[in-house]
């Protein structure tokens, strides 16, 4: 059965798109939006509605499987690509992959993105592209060979069909408070992420950052059920390195010290810096992690920013530059690559954590969730949006159904074998 016709429908991401290099300049917030010039190529104004766009591939019993592209919060920064233009990403599409989706066999997946995904006039296509079209394709084989997204996996990649529930990891926002309250009261396993992303935000040598990781880690004691233990995870966007300097010593003491103000709670940092290349960060986050193994510390760095594709996640957990890579799905491009991301982190021993964005979209988030639990990843997103009811559901519940068939398949094997 193959593709017989192409559809495009333009969208909403579930967020905005940020430009990240005027928010780190002190643009200033008022209300929802910030106050400031652009910096960042492709951005009119700090501040703009994330936009998408559903790619769908009619199959020729007339069932129509979907895909959905779009660029993360903060396009065009840390070595990403631009923010996500519809008009552009829609006639490219039209252009060069519809003819490509019409010649290949949808049952095949790897197959069939390796041959829709081949470079285009000497350059890869955009990674919105591959990323809303190998979701696509996805589904397709899933469609025809009667079986969930995740067991396509499994069976592409000669997996076992997995048992383990994935830890989710939600992230609350700007709004920190009231969404802290409701992951505790949900249980999430890893929290609050808490978007330290300007000085105002980190406070003079982070002691305002310091204040609120004491914070979390109280108030999931104070309400939080009986037996309740989170991981907890802050995003800092770079600030540690930009109020403190870019020693690797200076830093890893920095994070000693927070550490050290939540005892008994495992503590991940997210981009403690940004070291301006993708080189760079990986020698000084190697530095960073060798001296935190050095002083027995709990506390884990996890990289996002400059470790994008595929090859720079390869390039970070061959050089142990990380105790966690986040796999951000829309910047690794091809959804087949994220499976590829985690296996190759797992192959080094180093955590792998199938991110994303919040200006995601709920299919996006749904096949994540396919690939991260037929990988076994370490932990997964609640995407697409900032708010923690929406994402954690969404993803949640797919998680749950996708176990159930495949508890259901595994009972139907062994009862054939």
């Known amino acids: 059965m193959q593709i017989k016709d192409v559809l495009l429908a333009p969208g909403n991401g579930a967020f905005f798109y940020d430009d ?10 008022d209300g929802f939006i910030y106050v400031g010039e652009p910096i960042t190529p492709g951005f009119t104004s700090l501040r703009i509605p994330a936009s998408s766009l559903s790619v769908g591939l009619v199959l020729t019993d007339d069932t129509v499987v979907w895909g959905d592209m779009m660029g993360v919060q903060y396009s065009g920064a840390g070595g990403r690509d631009p923010v996500f233009e519809t008009t552009r990403i829609s006639d490219l599409t039209s252009r060069v992959v519809a003819p490509r989706l019409l010649d290949v066999d949808a049952s095949l997946y790897l197959d069939a993105c390796a041959k829709v995904f081949e470079p285009f006039e000497q350059q890869r296509l955009p990674l919105a592209i591959e990323y809303g079209v190998s979701q696509a394709l996805l589904r397709a084989a899933a469609y025809l060979q009667r079986a969930t997204m995740a067991e396509v996996v499994c069976a592409e990649f000669d997996l076992p069909l997995p048992t383990r529930r994935v830890p989710i990891y939600c992230q609350s926002g700007d709004a ?5 309250d409701k992951m505790i009261l949900k249980a999430v396993d890893v929290l609050p992420h808490g978007l330290i992303n ?8 982070g002691q305002t950052f310091v204040e609120f990781v004491k914070w979390v880690a109280a108030r999931t004691r104070e309400i939080g059920r009986s037996g309740y233990h989170p991981v907890l ?9 930009l109020e403190i300097g870019l020693e690797p010593q200076r830093i ?4 000693c010290r927070v550490a050290d103000t939540v005892p008994g709670f495992t503590l991940n940092i997210e981009c403690p810096a940004d070291f301006g290349s993708t080189q760079a960060q990986i020698d000084n986050y190697a530095r960073i992690v060798s001296i935190l193994a050095d002083r027995g510390s709990s506390a884990r760095i996890v990289v996002d920013e400059r470790c994008n594709t595929l090859e720079d996640i390869r390039l970070f957990a061959e050089a142990k530059a990380a105790h966690l890579v986040q796999i951000k799905t829309p910047d690794v491009g091809s959804i087949a690559d994220t499976a590829r991301a985690v296996l190759l982190c797992k192959a080094n021993k180093v955590g792998a954590y199938v ?4 200006t995601e979209t709920d299919l ?3 096949a994540s969730v396919h690939v991260s639990v037929a990988t076994q990843a370490d932990m997964m997103l609640a995407k697409p949006g900032m708010g923690v009811d929406e994402a954690f559901s969404i993803v949640g519940n797919e998680q749950n159904r996708s176990l159930a068939m495949l508890n259901r398949r595994r009972a139907q094997n ?3 074998g």
């Open 198 to 205: 300007s000085r105002q935000k980190f406070g003079v040598n």
């Open 364 to 366: 996006s988030a749904q």
């Open 355 to 358: 991110g994303g964005s919040c």
């Open 233 to 241: 995870h802050f995003d800092v966007y770079g600030w540690i390195g």
């Open 414 to 416: 062994e009862n054939v």
């Open 20 to 29: 990240q290099a005027a928010i780190r300049s002190g643009a200033t917030q």
């Open 252 to 255: 890893a003491d920095f994070i």
């Open 176 to 180: 920190r408070e009231i969404n802290v």
